[in-house]
C-alpha cells in the first residue's frame, strides 16, 4: 500500500533525470522549490511537468498519447484540490532526504495545520516521495495510474452498494414493504443521479426488482474491463458477491 501524500487521491513513487532535463535553471530547485513548482504546475493541470518532479514520472513516461488522454479526467480531479496558492512553512534537509511542511487552513471540521511533504534527492534533483514507493511505482511503470483507477474504482462500487442497500430498506419501509429499481430511487433522491451513467464511477449499474416488488437486486460491471475495473458485483438481500468474469454480469446460482 502506498503511503499518502498531499491528498487522499496522490501517492508517492523514482525518479532517474538530470537536473538539466528538468529544470532549465543553472542550479537545482531547493526541496521548498520543488514543492512550490509542483502545487503550481498541477493547479495549472501541466500534469507531465507535475510529475516530473515526483516519484510517479516512470508512469508517465511509458503512456501513449492515448492512454495520457484517458487518465485526464483522473488527473484533472487532482488537480481541482490544489490551491493557486500554497503557503510553505519551512523545511528540513537531512543528506539526500528532506521534508516541506505545506499548511493547510483551517475548515469547519479541522483547525489549520501543517502537513509533511517527503522529498528525496536523485542525481542531484529533489523528487517528491520516498524510495519505497518509488520502486513500487518504477515496477508498476505505466500500468500504475490504471491499477490506482481500477483499486478506487472497486472501492468506490462497494460503498455504492451499501448506499443501494441503505435505499433499498428505506424505501421499503416507506411503501409497504415495496422495493424500487434505480430510476425510483434516483428519482426519490435516494441515490446519486450519475449512477445512471458510468462517468464518474467507471461501472455500468442496474436494479431491478421482482414483478411482485418484494425482493430486489443490483449489479455493476466495469465500463471499461481492465481500465475502469476488472470485478463484477453482484448485490442482493444477502449481501455483496465480486468475481473477475472478464467485465460481463456477474450470475450468481441459488
Not at 69 to 83: G, H, I, Q, T
Not at 167 to 190: F, K, P
Not at 226 to 235: A, D, V
Request: proline content about 5%; some cysteine.
Amino acid at each position: 500500500m502506498l503511503k499518502r501524500i498531499l491528498i487522499p487521491s496522490l501517492c508517492c513513487f523514482v525518479l532517474f533525470v538530470s537536473a538539466a532535463t528538468v529544470f532549465p535553471q543553472a542550479q537545482p530547485l531547493s526541496p521548498t522549490e520543488t514543492a512550490r513548482f509542483f502545487y503550481k504546475s498541477m493547479h495549472d493541470k501541466k500534469f507531465k511537468e507535475a510529475f516530473a518532479l515526483t516519484i510517479y514520472k516512470p508512469a508517465i513516461d511509458g503512456l501513449s498519447s492515448k492512454e495520457f488522454e484517458d487518465l485526464r479526467p483522473d488527473f484533472e480531479r487532482m488537480a481541482a484540490v490544489f490551491p493557486e496558492q500554497i503557503e510553505l512553512s519551512g523545511e528540513t534537509i537531512s543528506g539526500d532526504l528532506a521534508t516541506v511542511f505545506v499548511r493547510v487552513p483551517a475548515t469547519a471540521e479541522t483547525a489549520e495545520k501543517s502537513e509533511p511533504l517527503s522529498l528525496m534527492k536523485v542525481n542531484g534533483v529533489w523528487i517528491i516521495g520516498d524510495k519505497e514507493n518509488g520502486e513500487i511505482v518504477r515496477k508498476a511503470g505505466k500500468s500504475f495510474f490504471f491499477n490506482a483507477r481500477i483499486d478506487t474504482h472497486h472501492n468506490d462500487v462497494q460503498d455504492l452498494l451499501n448506499k443501494i442497500t441503505l435505499a433499498e430498506v428505506v424505501y421499503s419501509q416507506q411503501h409497504n414493504g415495496q422495493y424500487a429499481n434505480m430510476a425510483e430511487l434516483i428519482t426519490a433522491a435516494m441515490l446519486p443521479k450519475d449512477l445512471e451513467g458510468s462517468e464518474t464511477t467507471g461501472y455500468v449499474f442496474h436494479v431491478n426488482c421482482s414483478g411482485d416488488r418484494k425482493s430486489w437486486y443490483a449489479t455493476a460491471e466495469p465500463a471499461q474491463y481492465g481500465r475502469s475495473g476488472k470485478l463484477s458485483f453482484y448485490l442482493d438481500a444477502a449481501g455483496v458477491k465480486s468475481g473477475d468474469v472478464g467485465g460481463k454480469p456477474l450470475t450468481v446460482r441459488n
